[in-house]
């Protein structure tokens, strides 16, 4: 990992926990804690996936098309 990358992923997450934050729903926090507990690596993939649709969402606007072959190139790369 570069250094750059260290920087984008710690801005990432700075960006989404310093914003407004809606009330916690402590039914969904359980199953996300319990899910992430059993599965260690699934905080390093829901980070670079919503990372890359961040990116993508500030994309130029494109044809619909070509918007939609994101996706499926997207969800294969990060199957959990």
Known sequence: ?????????????????KGARAPLDLEADAIIRAYLKRNPDAAYRLTMMAMELSHTAQMPARSKPERRRWLPMLLRGWQL
């Open 1 to 17: 990992m570069t250094r750059q990358e260290h920087k984008n992923i710690l801005a990432f997450l700075d960006g989404v926990l």
